[in-house]
């Protein structure tokens, strides 16, 4: 999940837009495009000849998973249950994988045509490598432990083999959601993969379908037209399944969750092929935007209609909007998200998003005698332990091997 970009740079370190613009809309989401190049304005086009990094989104990330980390933290320290201030914190920690969502979209489609700006190929092999070398280790790693653990305790009790395959099986064929949405206990230590099998799906799919949308159609508005034609039938789509089947359907689906993904996309499209942005629009509209999405977290329940009624939409484009501020160079909490702490737990977010749940029910379940400050410090230790110790010696290696460079063709 480290992904890059360029942002667009001017005199003063920020792109700005010349007085001549035109407007390009998507809901709340606008971009004013220059009609005419000014040395105060760059072309992107003409700029991403090469992908860079993103400073600050490490950051996004850190703050989505510890949402996630925080809400499920109780499984192992069952006392914070009786605190009034957990029970009102942790009401949105949901939407941290919304968080991870938009960046996927944005960050595939970002990559994807990125890599074919010059000759116009997509880059099919290096695309698909990059997902697999990113993601397969940390996700092998935590399906063989628990395998191991599994295999040693006896758990579960019933039919440990065939419930450990279940889990294997769905996880590496990126269906888990839906195993998960039928059966909800029979991946209860490892109920996290959900979101990666949602992510996996979209990546399958989602290169094809842009590869037509945007490289093939002879004008890429229509392809833009044709991705938020379907967001918006997406949007009544999940409404109706939470108004029919209730919110747990409208949480696990593929076919209600895919719209943080291509909203996402959305963004990484409009950032590489739109022409000149003015940053400062972004800028300013990044603070209403970080406002909206702390107060969805803090007041919005998984359970509760507003969420699945558009409130989850509204979400997605605020943090969508933090994404480009930070791509753009121009957010005002870009110092925070880049601080040290912060980015490193952004960098070892994948495996703490992995590990958690794992290790808050094994200690659920054998830590039955020991103390609440005991428990804490298993439960919050050895998941940052684990998961630090998976980045610097698996992950981050992996990426940096010459038999990845290889894979990829480089």
Excluded at 89 to 96: E, I, S
Excluded at 150 to 164: H, K, N, S, T
Excluded at 222 to 241: D, E
Excluded at 307 to 322: E, K, Q
Aim: proline share 3%; aromatic share 14%; glycine share 10%.
């Amino acid at each position: 999940m480290v992904d890059s970009t360029t942002p667009c740079e001017a005199s003063n370190g920020y792109s700005v837009a010349s007085s001549s613009s035109s407007c390009c809309s998507l809901g709340w989401v606008t971009f004013y495009i220059c009609n005419q190049s000014t040395s105060s304005c760059i072309s992107q086009r003409e700029a991403m000849t090469q992908l860079k990094r993103i400073d600050g989104l490490d950051g996004v990330r850190a703050f989505a998973v510890m949402l996630v980390f925080i809400s499920h933290v109780y499984i192992g320290i069952p006392i914070l249950l009786g605190q009034t201030w957990y029970r009102v914190f942790t009401r949105g920690g949901y939407l941290g994988v919304n968080g991870f969502f938009v960046m996927s979209g944005f960050l595939i489609t970002y990559r994807l045509l990125g890599t074919a700006h010059q000759d116009g190929r997509f880059r099919w092999r290096q695309f698909y490598a990059h997902r697999a070398v990113r993601l397969f280790p940390g996700m092998f790693l935590v399906l063989a432990a628990h395998f191991v653990y599994a295999m040693i305790f006896d758990y579960p009790p019933l039919g440990v083999v065939a419930d450990e395959w279940t889990m294997v099986r769905s996880t590496i064929f990126q269906y888990a959601n839906w195993t998960i949405y039928k059966h909800p206990l029979l991946l209860i230590d490892n109920v996290s993969l959900w979101s990666l099998s949602i992510e996996g799906q979209f990546y399958v799919l989602w290169p094809a379908v842009a590869y037509v949308i945007f490289q093939k159609t002879k004008k890429p508005i229509f392809g833009l037209l044709i991705l938020a034609t379907g967001i918006t039938l997406l949007i009544f789509h999940r409404a109706f399944v939470f108004n029919d089947l209730g919110w747990y359907a409208a949480y696990l689906r593929s076919d209600t969750r895919v719209e943080s993904l291509l909203l996402g996309a959305i963004g990484g499209f409009l950032w590489l092929k739109t022409d000149y942005i003015k940053a400062q629009f972004v800028r300013v509209m990044s603070i209403p935007a970080t406002i909206c999405v702390i107060l969805t977290v803090c007041y919005s329940s998984a359970d509760g209609s507003y969420i699945w009624r558009g409130g989850m939409t509204l979400f997605d484009a605020s943090v969508l909007v933090i994404v480009l501020a930070l791509a753009a160079g121009v957010y005002p909490g870009r110092k925070l998200l880049m601080a040290g702490p912060v980015d490193w737990v952004g960098r070892i977010s994948y495996g703490l998003y992995l590990w958690q749940i794992p290790i808050f029910r094994i200690i659920d379940r054998h830590g039955t005698t020991l103390s609440s400050g005991m428990r804490s410090v298993l439960a919050i230790g050895g998941c940052f332990g684990v998961s630090t110790l998976s980045w610097y010696a698996l992950e981050r290696p992996v990426m940096k091997s010459r038999w990845a460079k290889q894979l990829a063709g480089g």
